[in-house]
C-alpha cells in the first residue's frame, strides 16, 4: 500500500493567513492526488484534484502543487476564513488501495 | 449534477452483516465509478472499494474477503454489503460518485457495532 503522510496533524491560524500543509507519499503518485474538506455533520467535498486542478465552485484562495517527484504535494489556503476551519485530507488514486493521508485539522484563532 | 442519498441500518451486533444502499440522481449511471468510504471514530477515512455500472470492482485488500460492491441499473442504485461485521467496523460510511478523483460525496451513515 502506498501511505500518504500528512504535516502538520492539527494547525491554529488567524483569518487572513497563508496556511500550507503538506502531503508525502511512500512511492510517487505521479499526479494522482486530491484533497478533500470534511466537516462535522456534513458531506466531504473535493477541493482539488490532479495535484493542482481547483474543483468547479471551490473559492480560488485554495491551491495545490507538487513538487514534480510525485511523491511531495502541498495544499496552499491563501487568506484563511472562518469558514474553512475543517479538517483536511489527500489521497492517491494512483494504486489500489487508493490511500488517505492521516487529516490535517484547521482552526481558527 | 449528481446527487447521492444514503441509506441503511445504523445499529448491528458482532458478527451481523452490514447493508447500505446509495442512490444516484442527476446523472447518467455510467458515467462514474461508485465508491465506498469509512471513517472510524477520531480516525481518518478508509477507502473500502468501487463499483462501475457492469459491476467491475476493485476492493480495498484489507477487507476484500467481508465485502461485496453490487449495481443496480435499472434504479440507479449500487449497495454496499460488509459481512461478519465486529465492534472495529463502527465507523461513518460514505458513498461518493468517481474513481480518479470523488467528485461527490454522499452525506454519510453512522453505522455502531455492539453486543
Known amino acids: 500500500d502506498i501511505q500518504m503522510t500528512q504535516s502538520p496533524s492539527s494547525l491554529s491560524a488567524s483569518v487572513g493567513d497563508r496556511v500550507t500543509i503538506a502531503c508525502r507519499a511512500s512511492q510517487t503518485v505521479s499526479a494522482y492526488l486530491n484533497w478533500y474538506q470534511l466537516k462535522p455533520g456534513k458531506a466531504p467535498k473535493i477541493l482539488i484534484h490532479a495535484v493542482s486542478s481547483l474543483q468547479s465552485g471551490v473559492p480560488s484562495r485554495f491551491s495545490g502543487s507538487g513538487s514534480g517527484s510525485g511523491t511531495d504535494f502541498t495544499l496552499t489556503i491563501s487568506s484563511l476564513q472562518p469558514e474553512d476551519s475543517a479538517t483536511y485530507y489527500c489521497q492517491q488514486t494512483y494504486s489500489i488501495p487508493r490511500t488517505f493521508g492521516q487529516g490535517t485539522k484547521v482552526e481558527i484563532k | 449534477q449528481v446527487q447521492l442519498q444514503q441509506w441503511g441500518a445504523g445499529l448491528l451486533k458482532p458478527s451481523e452483516t452490514l447493508s447500505l444502499t446509495c442512490a444516484v440522481s442527476?446523472?447518467?449511471?455510467?458515467?462514474?465509478?461508485w465508491s465506498w468510504i469509512r471513517q472510524s471514530p477520531g480516525k481518518g477515512l478508509e477507502w473500502i472499494g468501487e463499483i462501475n455500472h457492469i459491476g467491475d470492482t476493485n476492493y480495498n485488500p484489507s477487507l476484500r474477503s467481508r465485502v461485496t460492491m453490487s449495481v443496480d441499473t435499472s434504479k440507479n442504485q449500487f449497495s454496499l454489503k460488509l459481512y461478519s461485521v465486529t465492534a472495529a467496523d463502527t465507523a461513518i460510511y460514505y458513498c461518493?460518485?468517481?474513481?480518479?478523483?470523488?467528485?461527490?460525496w454522499g452525506q454519510g451513515t453512522l453505522v455502531s457495532v455492539s453486543s
Open positions: 442527476g446523472v447518467s449511471f455510467s458515467t462514474y465509478y
Open positions: 461518493a460518485a468517481g474513481q480518479v478523483w470523488l467528485v461527490t
